[in-house]
């Protein structure tokens, strides 16, 4: 079983930046892909960004792209999740997933692809 506890989240102003982590208790993988998905009220869980377990490499929402980033620690086994010009319609309640697999970049957009799951982290950006 693993628990993935996230960190961070909050107000923030248009423009402005956030950073969030996700860790993880319990039993852990040595190597676990990660994901980050958001939903906004009245709206379907959508895909922001993930991370390949092995490479590290990333891959991002068109609408986040350029903005968002995400980087790993792997003695902490904790990734971050750093979120720069925001704006009004990133707010949403953030979630962290992860599962002990590899994806390729079509599976790592789909949350059904994910086994463990953060419990969401609210992000507000007011204009």
């Known amino acids: 079983q693993v628990v993935l506890v996230e960190m961070g989240g909050g107000g923030v102003q248009a423009g402005g930046a956030l950073r969030l982590a996700c860790g993880a208790a319990?039993?852990?993988?040595?190597?676990?892909?990660r994901g980050w998905f958001r939903q906004a009220p009245g709206k379907e869980r959508e895909f922001v960004g993930a991370?390949?377990?092995?490479?590290?490499?990333?891959t991002f929402a068109d609408s986040v792209k350029g903005r968002f980033t995400i980087s790993r620690d792997n003695a902490k086994n904790t990734v971050y999740f750093e979120m720069n010009n925001l704006n009004p319609e990133d707010t949403a309640v953030y979630y962290c997933?992860?599962?002990?697999?590899?994806?390729?970049?079509?599976?790592?957009?789909?949350?059904?692809?994910?086994?463990?799951w953060g419990q969401g982290t609210q992000v507000t950006v007011s204009s």
């Open positions: 319990g039993r852990t993988f040595s190597r676990v892909s």
């Open positions: 991370m390949d377990r092995s490479s590290g490499s990333t």
């Open positions: 997933a992860a599962v002990p697999a590899a994806l390729t970049s079509w599976e790592a957009r789909r949350s059904a692809e994910y086994d463990y």
